[in-house]
């Protein structure tokens, strides 16, 4: 058996340990394990003819070849957002499976967030044996409530607010946090209310002026350091504004400064509260550096579950985190539906603030 991976879309930590525990898992199974390099644009820079092509675009992963990279971040097969389908030259799939043939790549495991799983699920239908594995910081993959990356990039977030809140304080101002999430608010949402924040604008819901800017002000002037803290997701809206378009955030961290949310939010602060801001970007500090524990924990267990699942010839799955169990799911689950967060229950968006309604029965991360 010669298994294939590759990690695609934004980087995250836990990529690095589920990479580990996938070739140790293939590994005692006596599998040869391949790594192909830049996510898809690696398969597709791969010339079979051309030794050279392949030894640039892919390598060998053993036992002591990833021997302590599960202490790392980021990943060590690098990354591209590239979809083979729409790569600017035309479909591309015929080219990968080619490639995976030409290899003698018997089956795949992928990594990745929504256009990487896709994909994936793409070459699934094309009957090729592959199972995907979640992982993106916004949590937001259809068919499972965890993705790799998520735990780490709240408590990242957290840390870096609570951090703020000396800057912020000393100068009496309204301090402005914006966290990643175009789609969906979650991670917004979980590390404002861990950080305890006055107000969090989340994506699903737009921000009313008439009634953030009031809050604001109160929390402000009701807190003995004469300061606020308000966390907002990068796909925010304001209500009433004019659309700024999906390519003011096409790619999270983007050079998008003049039309970032947390700047349109801090220029109606002064403009209509006359009260100085902190603006706060987090962006690539959210992913950078080693995972914390779960997702050191949720890489190592999806690995193992992958490498299980192609070991019963079980193809064609995406491994999933629910209700905290670990299980599988259809490898086009996340093509089913899309995730949100549940505003009715998990939010109250006429104060800008988490609430739980219930508890009991609700998973870990209340999805």
């Not at 949590?139 to 609570?162: M, Q």
């Not at 994506?203 to 308000?230: F, I, Q």
């Not at 999906?246 to 983007?254: M, V, Y």
Request: aromatic share 6%; net charge negative.
């Amino acid at each position: 058996m010669k298994l294939g991976i590759l990690t695609g879309g934004g980087d995250v930590p836990g990529l690095n340990p589920c990479i580990y525990s996938i070739t140790m898992s293939a590994t005692d199974l006596g599998w040869e394990v391949l790594g192909f390099r830049r996510g898809w644009q690696g398969v597709l820079d791969i010339d079979p003819d051309d030794p050279a092509s392949v030894a640039y675009n892919s390598r060998s992963l053993t036992r002591d070849s990833v021997r302590g990279i599960d202490r790392t971040g980021g990943t060590i097969l690098h990354t591209s957002r590239l979809d083979p389908r729409t790569a600017g030259i035309g479909d591309q799939t015929d080219h990968v499976l080619g490639v995976l043939k030409r290899l003698e790549v018997d089956a795949l495991i992928t990594l990745g967030g929504d256009g990487t799983l896709r994909f994936s699920a793409h070459l699934a239908r094309h009957g090729f044996p592959i199972v995907s594995v979640p992982k993106t910081i916004d949590n937001d993959v259809f068919g499972t409530d965890y993705s790799i990356g998520f735990s780490t990039a709240v408590s990242r977030s957290v840390e870096a607010i609570n951090s703020l809140r000396t800057t912020v304080g000393s100068h009496e101002r309204i301090g402005i946090v914006e966290l990643f999430g175009r789609r969906s608010g979650e991670t917004a949402l979980l590390a404002g209310f861990l950080a305890q924040v006055d107000r969090t604008v989340i994506s699903e819901v737009p921000a009313d002026l008439d009634v953030l800017l009031p809050l604001l002000a109160r929390d402000k002037a009701g807190s003995s350091a004469s300061y606020a803290m308000c966390v907002i997701s990068e796909g925010a809206t304001i209500a009433g504004e004019k659309d700024h378009g999906a390519t003011d955030r096409s790619l999270p961290g983007s050079d998008r400064e003049d039309v970032s949310i947390s700047r349109r939010l801090a220029r109606q602060v002064k403009a209509k509260l006359g009260f100085g801001t902190v603006v706060q970007e987090l962006a690539y500090l959210m992913r950078a550096g080693e995972p914390d524990a779960m997702d050191r924990m949720v890489g190592f267990a999806f690995g193992a579950l992958a490498v299980q699942l192609l070991s019963r010839r079980e193809a064609g799955r995406m491994v999933a985190l629910t209700g905290g169990n670990y299980t599988h799911v259809p490898i086009d689950a996340l093509e089913q539906g899309s995730k949100f967060v549940d505003v009715e229950s998990l939010y109250d968006p006429m104060r800008y603030r988490a609430k739980l309604q219930r508890i009991e029965g609700m998973p870990m991360f209340l999805y």
